[in-house]
């Protein structure tokens, strides 16, 4: 992939299913002064997309994450436990997102959501068995037809007659409703980090890795800010927040039953991208941690024609079928984003290790500001994302824990089991 295809790869799935299924969820929250919430995600994506793209350089592999923190931390198990909940996360998202689009298709055809679901996961597996190559392109077509949603409702936004002039920094729950927005919205952000994960299927990656990841985070924030600042000048944000499709609401009250209908098509683009990607980032993730030892040996195998890890593919479609038997998209998202953050502050983190455990390996992309070795940007990183997994509740914490005391017994388990044999 070169840099166009990289950075629609990551749009495409930024631009998926969170910005159509949560923004009604903000708005409760935040009120008209949700773009700020936006703006904060940005911020937050940005620092992580920074650091992503100085490590991507140094360590263009398969599993990125788990590569970088186990060469930072000098520890297969630390490395191995932030694979092992960047894998879990991929499937859940990828399940979930699939019973997203299965609720917008049962509004045209009459078909069980979990069957609708299992389809699509099935339909985008054997995809992703076909290669990247095709994965990217049909990726790139789905992002395009979610931007032109997108695009509707912005254009909606500066051409509606509003009643009444809207107080863009009207904060209904104060400072604490804008706070946990930008948490939940998060979820919207969730995307760009996977294009470190198909980096041994980049051009050129030392240059085209940064520049595809910074250029997705800068044009995901700016269709969100202008698409949260268009929707509650059309719907206000108490409607907003009562919808369950609410981009579409937004599209009827501006064109009509007609609009609605067309977002909800787009939608189904939207959901259908982001599933797409969770399975190829997730089937590399497996394909990579198996090369390296971690998990066995059997996902990591390619097949001999389409040249993908194949066995990891069909390991991800059957997880994610499991997952989408079960799952809340409002739930599950915060699960989600809370083994994110965790994610996204390990990797800040391994920035700031690696400039003195390496300190003498050429870094072709370096995160900008720096005292000396030390780099400040991925330390305001850290703090923030520090600061949003204490945010969230009790059960919602328990959940992510689970998710990684599951992967201690597994390593510990197979780690036994080689030593044995």
């Known amino acids: 992939m070169g840099l166009f295809q990289l950075t629609m790869y990551g749009v495409g799935l930024t631009l998926g299913a969170g910005i159509y299924v949560l923004i009604g969820e903000a708005s409760g929250f935040a009120g008209n002064s949700m773009w700020i919430s936006f703006g904060l995600g940005a911020i937050v994506a940005m620092f992580a997309g920074l650091s992503y793209s100085e490590l991507a350089v140094l360590f263009p592999k398969a599993a990125a994450e788990y590569v970088f923190v186990k060469n930072a931390f000098k520890s297969g198990f630390v490395g191995f436990l932030v694979g092992w909940l960047t894998v879990i996360t991929s499937m ?32 985008l597996s054997l995809v992703n068995f076909i290669g990247i190559r095709h994965s990217a392109w049909m990726n790139t077509v789905f992002a395009f037809v979610t931007i032109a949603g997108l695009g509707i409702i912005v254009f909606l936004g500066f051409t509606f007659e509003s009643v009444e002039p809207v107080d863009y920094f009207d904060m209904p729950n104060g400072i604490t409703g804008l706070m946990f927005a930008f948490v939940l919205i998060f979820f919207a952000f969730i995307g760009f980090e996977d294009m470190a994960n198909v980096a041994e299927e980049v051009k050129r990656p030392k240059k085209t890795l940064p520049r595809a990841i910074i250029l997705s985070v800068l044009i995901t924030v700016t269709i969100y800010i202008l698409v949260s600042l268009s929707s509650v000048r059309i719907l206000n944000w108490e409607e907003l927040s009562q919808s369950a499709a609410p981009l579409a609401d937004v599209a009827a009250k501006g064109l009509g039953l007609e609009g609605g209908i067309i977002l909800s098509v787009i939608a189904l683009f939207a959901t259908a991208s982001t599933v797409l990607i969770t399975l190829v980032a997730g089937a590399r993730i497996l ?51 809370f083994a994110i953050v965790i994610t996204f502050a390990m990797v800040n983190l391994s920035v700031i290790l690696l400039r003195y455990v390496r300190p003498d390996v050429e870094r072709p992309f370096k995160v900008p500001l720096n005292v000396g070795k030390f780099p400040i940007l991925p330390l305001f990183g850290f703090v923030m994302t520090v600061y949003m997994a204490m945010q969230f509740e009790l059960e919602i914490i328990l959940a992510g824990l689970g ?19």
Request: hydrophobic content about 55%; glycine content about 12%.
């Open 92 to 123: 859940i998202v990828g399940a979930t997102v699939a019973l997203g689009f299965g609720g917008y298709f049962a509004q045209f055809l009459d078909i069980p959501i979990i069957i609708s679901a299992i389809l699509l996961l099935a339909a």
């Open 287 to 337: 394909y990579g941690m198996a090369k390296d030892g971690s998990l066995p040996s059997l996902f990591g195998r390619i097949h001999s024609k389409t040249g993908t890890p194949w066995i990891a593919a069909i390991g991800i479609f059957i997880t994610s079928v499991a997952f989408a038997l079960i799952g809340d998209i409002v739930i599950v998202a915060n699960i989600v984003v």
């Open 403 to 421: 998710i990684l005391g599951t992967g201690c017994i597994f390593y510990l388990l197979y780690n036994k089991r080689k030593i044995k044999s």
